[in-house]
Every structure is written in structure tokens, then in C-alpha cells.
């Protein structure tokens, strides 16, 4: 059973910056591509990084230069780095597993990450 778990979030001023975890369990986490997503309130749910079994990344033009998405695999965690935050970025974060079939049943509670003006 594909379990993830998001931490990490909190409330912090613009310019500052957070670190995000994503613990996944009931997967050969090494071998899967893994991406973190955003939803704020009233938009649709977008990825914002992913990451590939390789350490291969791709980021969202909104968050490029800001934001950095690493992994651990001997840790089975997933990390988003976001630093210059901007109150545009406050929503409720997720991971996942971008190119699975079956993404949508893996979603975890997320964590919110609230910015301030």
C-alpha cells in the first residue's frame, strides 16, 4: 500500500524560506520518479518539481530559481527546498508519483505553506 506523508509546512513571511518532507512507504522508492505538487484555494492542483530515480529535475517556470527538489533513497524521502518565498506560493503542498497510472489514489493530506506579505 502506497502510503506518503508531507511535513514541513508553516507560516512565514514573504522572502523567507522552508524546507518540505515527503516520507513514502509501500513503494521501491529508488526506482520512481517523484514530484511535488501545489493546489491553492480556488486553482487547480499543478506539479511544481519532480524528481527522477536518477536526480534528473524539472520545475514549474513559477518556482524555477526558487525552489530545489532533492531525494534520499536510502531514507525514502523526498525534499522541496523553497527559499524567496512569495505570497503566490501559499497553498497546500503534496508529493507524488508523477507518472504513475495510478497517482490519484496515492494523495496524502499535504501541508499548508502559508506566505505573508
Known amino acids: 500500500q502506497v502510503q506518503l506523508v508531507e511535513s514541513g509546512g508553516g507560516l512565514v513571511q514573504a522572502g523567507g524560506s522552508l524546507r518540505l518532507s515527503c516520507a513514502a512507504s509501500g513503494i521501491i522508492f529508488s526506482l520512481r520518479t517523484m514530484g511535488w505538487y501545489r493546489q491553492a484555494p480556488g486553482k487547480q492542483r499543478e506539479l511544481v518539481a519532480r524528481i527522477t530515480s536518477v536526480g534528473n529535475t524539472n520545475y514549474a517556470d513559477s518556482v524555477k530559481g526558487r525552489f530545489t527538489i532533492s531525494r534520499d533513497n536510502a531514507k525514502k524521502l523526498v525534499y522541496l527546498e523553497m527559499n524567496s518565498l512569495k505570497p503566490e506560493d501559499t497553498a497546500v503542498y503534496y508529493c507524488?508519483?508523477?507518472?504513475?497510472?495510478?497517482?490519484?489514489?496515492?494523495w496524502g493530506q499535504g501541508t499548508q505553506v502559508t506566505v505573508s506579505s
Open positions: 507524488n508519483l508523477p507518472l504513475s497510472s495510478d497517482y490519484d489514489k496515492y
